[in-house]
């Protein structure tokens, strides 16, 4: 069965210092969603992505932000420059059309000291 | 905005029934989901159900739905220690990102 796949599956970073995490969608799949989770709390919406842009975006998502989808495969969510509040579980989903169901990766776990 | 509530902890003996209950405020709710997230895990779909659903069933997963009262749970028959985990309750316009809540830990007593 296809499924999202993304790497890291941890990563442990400085203050400061800018992370991209990675995302595999499915493959027929064509919107694309990032969702984090800080320890104890809610999952919550990113940002969504579709045809090469930006569909929504939620206010967590700031300037320090931004996503890509640099080649047919991959899509990644960069964080510039980290701080500890950014500390958490990330997720990847993907959905063939919109309003369809959402399928997710594994998650990355960011660690930032 | 919309919110997604849940029960935080629920605790069965192996081999009893589990209800886990969520309500949601979002009266534009076009599905509804179950996610289960297994420690150190990712977000595994369990069942979703469309709003103009009462009921779904798919092997000892039942999902309940009152429309009316903004409720949805989610029934584990038979329940295993293999079934210890968080499960999320989500919901969605259709078009929009999924709005979750904050996970109901279910623990298992063999």
């Known amino acids: 069965e296809p499924e999202v796949t993304q790497t890291p599956s941890h990563q442990v970073t400085q203050m400061g210092q800018e992370v991209i995490l990675r995302c595999v969608p499915i493959s027929n799949h064509l919107y694309f969603y990032w969702y984090r989770q800080i320890l104890g709390q809610k999952v919550e919406f990113l940002v969504s992505f579709y045809n090469n842009e930006i569909s929504e975006k939620s206010e967590i998502f700031d300037d320090q932000f931004s996503v890509e989808r640099p080649d047919g495969s991959n899509f990644t969510l960069k964080i510039r420059s980290t701080k500890l509040e950014d500390s958490a579980m990330y997720f990847c989903a993907s959905t063939r059309a919109r309003g369809e169901t959402q399928y997710f990766g594994p998650g990355t776990r960011l660690l930032v000291l | 905005g919309e919110d997604v509530e849940q029960s935080l902890f629920l605790s069965v003996r192996e081999g009893d029934s589990s209800v886990i209950n969520c309500t949601y405020t979002?009266?534009?709710?076009?599905?509804l989901y179950w996610y289960k997230q297994e420690p150190g895990a990712g977000l595994q779909l369990l069942t979703y159900?469309?709003?103009?659903?009462d009921m779904k069933q798919d092997q000892r997963l039942t999902v309940l739905l009152n429309k009316k009262d903004k409720h949805l749970s989610l029934r584990i028959a038979d329940t295993q220690t293999g079934d210890s985990a968080i499960y999320f309750c989500?919901?969605?316009?259709?078009?929009?990102?999924?709005?979750f809540g904050k996970g109901t830990r279910l623990s298992v007593i063999a």
């Open positions: 989500a919901e969605s316009e259709g078009n929009t990102p999924l709005v």
């Open positions: 979002d009266s534009s709710s076009t599905y």
């Open positions: 159900i469309f709003s103009n659903m």
